[in-house]
Each structure stands twice: as C-alpha cells, then as structure tokens.
C-alpha cells in the first residue's frame, strides 16, 4: 500500500515505470550555510544538466531540490528525445519566422546528441537508444496538415522522409513522416549518472531541501525552509515552473496534465520506434495552446518484460476529474492499433507547461537580476528543453555567445500569439469564480477514506482529505500563489490549482511551484 511518506517523494500517488524500476536513493538536506559560483534550485533534467555543464567547465556547483533526484516532473515523463517537436513547426514559422523555426530543430537536435555523448562518456546506464519517430493522423483526416508539417521540417533542417503509412501492421495509419534519429531512455537511471559525474566534478548535491526565497544581485542567494542561505554568483531555478516569479512567466504559459498507461505486450510484437498522432478527442477542439500530438508512445524494458508506454488525454491541470475514462481511452486507442497489447501495469499523470508561442523559456529571468535563470515551459518535450536549458545557460553564465538565447529568451514578446494568450488568461481569471460557488459535497461526512474533496465552511472553502485511518484532514483550500481555489484530483491524491499548476499532496504539503508554501490548516 501506498502511504503518505511514500508519495512525498514523488509527484503524485501512482508510480511511473521509471519510479518503480529505479532506486531513488536517500535524502541528504543541507544543513549549514555555504556557498558556490552557482546555486542550481531543481534537481531534474534541466538543473542536472546545467549544474553537470557547470561543473565540468570548473564552476563549483550546489544543487537543490526539496525531494529525491528526478522525482518532480522528469519521472512522470515518457523520456522520448526528439527534435520532432508537440508544436508544429509550420506553427513555430508562423509564430517566429523561418529562422526561429531552424533554431528549434537546431537546439533540439543539439539536445539529442548531448544526452547520447554525456551517456558514452560518463558510462551511464539508462538504456539510451536512437530510433525513428513517426507522426501520422487520425483516420479519415486529409494530409494537408501533414504534409504541410513536412515542407516546414524539410525547410528546418530536420531529416524527415515521407511514406506511405507508419509501421503499424494491424492498423492503416495512412501517410506518415518519418522522423531519423530520434531516442529514448530511462530518465530517471540518465539523472542519477548525471549526479554522479557532477559529484565526480566537486558538486554538491542537497535533497530534501525546500527553497523558499531566491535572490540576485551583488549578493545573490538562496534561502531555504530550514533558514539555511546558499550565496552564489548566479542562480539558476530549473523548478519546471519558476517558483521565484510571482506573476509575470506565468501569463505567458498555462499548465496542462496528461495520462500515460504501460500495458505489457509480447516481446518483439511492436517495432521500435516512437509513434505519434494528431487525433482530439471530443469536447478538446478548442484547446488554444499549441497541435500537440494526443496520443505518444514508445516501448520500454521492465526486467525481461517489454511495456507499450502510450500517452495523451491532455487537460487545463485541475480543470477535469474523468480520469478513468481518459485511461481507458487510451487503452482503447492502443488495442486498435496494437491488439497484442495486453494488461495494463502502469498508469500515471504529469503535467507539462505550455508556452503561449510553443518554445521553452529558457534564460535570464525578466523581473530579476542579471544573475538569475530560468527554464520552463517545455511543451511537451521536456527532455529536450531541459538539456536545451543544461547548455544554453551555462553559456551565459560564462558570456559565451549561444545562437539559442534570442529564440528561447523569457523576455520575448509573443505577439502573433496574441490570441492564445488572452484565451489562456481568461481562463484563469474564470477560476476565481470558485470563491462564490458552493463545495463539492455538503459535508465531510460523504468523504471516503483515501478521499478528499472542496468544501464551503461559511465564508471559507477548505480542502478535506479523510485518510484511510478515517480521520479527516482540513486545510485551507487557497493556494498560496495567488489564491486560487485548489481542485482534488483524484487520480493521484493530490490538490491541484487550475490557475498556474501549484499541485498539493493529500495533507497539503506542496509538490510543485510556482507555490513555495503548503496549504494552511484550518484551526478548529
């Protein structure tokens, strides 16, 4: 059984693949002051990355994270390493010209062949692979959009070949791009040989370890729950969200959680390679952000066991509770294609940030000092935005030139994403309407164990979780970002903001930012 303790280190109640097939190791807080040319707050792909550029190129690095190494967001994800990107490219010209489009594949590309070099050379087990990638649509969907993807790939660089259909054999897919060279690994076995070589490299690596304040300047530094302060030249926070931006990077990306099912299937039954199409389901037409592929898959080792790992069933982060029939949407889109597939053993969500204009944000932050760095917004492709962020920071730290910077720039105005920024903002101003509205139940007495739900004390809406004990938790049902009303999600046990993504454990204990603050108890 899964218990409290357990879910603390990790992002949700439901164990990833990469959770369950890896060891997390043991927390190791700080516990005294110190310092270091840079503090990296974030110990997943992006600020692993950015302390192991660091360190090998003679800076002393400190890292922080408030849980286990890559237990955030990084192990949620299904680790597929691509330049065939959520957002369209031919999206990605209309929003950034030709040029920035080249720029994407570029850095994305670049992403790749840094994970594939740093596994050789540090010897890192994480059962990386390259592979193909193909991208098709739903049935009965004309080419246009396809074809239109594939003239604006040619014209970015990308090595893609158009066929006939995707290797599905029992499935017509209809026409495909193939896209070369892409890959896949273990996220989780990857961060902690990154780990290791930034230990390796004199960097220090502290967990368990909350960051509750981050400030740049002459005398920039970290402060830390416990009241531990970490100086440092620069900081970099690498949190999947900024968590030391109060406002300003929030209105420009909007969080989104997505379902992923692992189903075993007989060894050799799928051809490897990664799959993704284009298909909406029904009442998602209108999603303003982005032509994200719904339905992402790729295969998996556990032990001498292949998994189909397939995502999708994208939604606004607590702005929907249907997640059994999301799950089993999933599965029945994979037995159409693939009727081999058998039980499923895996199920799990995360949540993915999507910039209004489709690239990541990645640089100095714009209401900071000079010295203070951000990565965020991966859309999708968190792997790759994150070791984008690992060298293109790194680099301007150091002053190097990075042809990146201006593309990927937090300060970039998005004005041809004028629309979908509004449409996103007026969605989180729709959120605060929960003040007014009534609880989700009439009274604590119809919460079952293991359960919680919103609900309406006089003036004040609390968020009660009942344990499998019975005993009821209350809180306050504001998150402390910017007072919003927090959803229950019950899929992974926690309490997630439909504003800007701040997700709560069961017992109100803050899992991801932009919060840095649990959720109040509620006294008497």
Request: hydrophobic share 35%; charged share 25%.
């Amino acid at each position: 059984m899964t218990t409290h303790a357990d879910q603390k280190e990790r992002a949700g109640k439901n164990l990833s693949l990469w959770e369950a097939t890896s060891d997390g190791g043991q927390l190791n807080p700080l516990r005294e002051e110190t310092q270091a040319d840079i503090c990296v707050v974030g110990a997943g792909i992006a600020g692993l990355t950015a302390a192991y550029t660091l360190a090998r190129n003679g800076r002393s690095v400190v890292v922080l994270d408030d849980g286990l190494i890559g237990r955030g967001m990084t192990g949620r994800t299904t680790a597929h390493i691509v330049n065939a990107l959520d957002d369209r490219y031919y999206e990605l010209e209309r929003l950034h010209g030709e040029e920035g489009a080249r720029l994407a594949a570029d850095s994305h590309t670049a992403a790749i062949d840094f994970i594939e070099r740093v596994a050789r050379e540090e010897n890192i087990d994480c059962q990386f692979e390259r592979l193909d990638g193909y991208l098709f649509e739903p049935p009965n969907e004309p080419a246009k959009n396809l074809r239109q993807e594939y003239e604006a790939c040619l014209r970015a660089g990308i090595s893609v070949e158009w066929i006939a259909r995707a290797p599905i054999e029992a499935f017509e897919t209809g026409p495909a791009i193939r896209f070369r060279n892409q890959a896949q690994f273990h996220p989780l076995h990857y961060l902690r040989g990154l780990a290791n070589a930034i230990e390796r490299a004199g960097g220090r690596i502290f967990t368990g370890t909350r960051v509750l304040d981050v400030k740049g300047g002459e005398a920039a530094h970290v402060t830390t729950q416990e009241g531990h302060t970490v100086r440092a030249g620069s900081v970099v926070v690498a949190t999947n969200t900024p968590i030391n931006d109060r406002y300003v990077m929030h209105t420009k990306q909007s969080p989104y959680m997505t379902y992923v099912i692992g189903m075993r299937i007989p060894s050799g039954s799928v051809p490897r390679g990664l799959f993704w199409d284009t298909a909406q389901e029904a009442g998602q037409e209108d999603k303003a952000i982005g032509m994200i592929p719904y339905h992402y898959v790729r295969l998996a080792k556990e032990g001498a066991d292949e998994i189909l790992i397939v995502g999708g069933e994208d939604h606004k982060t607590g702005q929907a509770d249907d997640f059994d029939e999301r799950y089993q949407r999933l599965e029945a889109w994979t037995h159409l294609r693939w009727p081999t597939a058998g039980e499923v053993v895996f199920r799990w969500s995360g949540q993915v940030m999507e910039p209004v204009d489709g690239l990541g944000y990645i640089g100095r932050n714009p209401m900071d000092k000079e010295n203070v760095y951000i990565a965020t917004g991966d859309s999708g492709n968190g792997i790759t935005h994150g070791t984008i962020a690992g060298i293109l920071i790194p680099d301007l730290i150091m002053g190097r030139a990075n042809a990146w910077a201006t593309v990927y720039d937090p300060a970039r105005k998005s004005l041809r994403a004028a629309g979908d920024f509004a449409h996103e903002n007026l969605n989180v101003a729709a959120q605060y309407r929960d003040f007014v509205t009534g609880g989700d139940v009439p009274s604590a007495d119809e919460i079952k164990p293991g359960h919680g739900a919103v609900l309406r004390h006089g003036l004040r809406k609390v968020a009660a979780y009942r344990d499998d004990e019975g005993v009821l938790h209350e809180m306050t049902a504001i998150c402390p970002h910017l007072k919003c009303i927090v959803h229950w999600n019950g899929n992974e046990k926690t309490w997630d903001c439909p504003c800007h993504g701040s997700r709560f454990d069961c017992r109100g204990h803050v899992m991801n930012g932009p919060s840095v603050s649990d959720l109040a108890p509620v006294d008497g």
